[in-house]
Nanobody, 119 residues
Framework: QVQLVESGGGLVQPGGSLRLSCAASGSIVSIDTMGWYRRAPGKQRELVARITRLGSTNYADSAKGRFTISRDNGKNTVYLVMDSLKPEDTAVYYC?????????????WGQGTQVTISS
């Protein structure tokens, strides 16, 4: 069974930084696009950033210039470095990955990690 495990959330003051990590484990043949999404209180889940296996990235407008997504294919891990954090970045952040396993392709989601930006 393949799963995604996120880490790195927490409470940070405005202007601070956080790094989120998401590691895929289990019977993995390959991983396609990996990404980060978030759901703020009272809002729908939205894309933050995603990265293809070859390293092509795209970001939500709210993340451009402040967040950086990267991945380590050897470790099946995706990272999100968030700088210049704002209170409006407060949300539960979810990792997503398209994973090819022995039984085929699966679109996986992590359990979510809380990010709170507050003074």
């Amino acid at each position: 069974q393949v799963q995604l495990v996120e880490s790195g959330g927490g409470l940070v003051q405005p202007g601070g930084s956080l790094r989120l990590s998401c590691a895929a484990s289990g019977s993995i043949v390959s991983i396609d696009t990996m990404g980060w999404y978030r759901r703020a209180p009272g809002k729908q889940r939205e894309l933050v950033a995603r990265i293809t296996r070859l390293g092509s990235t795209n970001y939500a407008d709210s993340a451009k210039g402040r967040f950086t997504i990267s991945r380590d294919n050897g470790k099946n891990t995706v990272y999100l470095v968030m700088d210049s954090l704002k209170p409006e970045d407060t949300a539960v952040y979810y990792c997503n990955a398209g994973v090819l396993g022995p039984r085929g392709f699966v679109d996986l989601w992590g359990q979510g990690t809380q990010v709170t930006i507050s003074s």
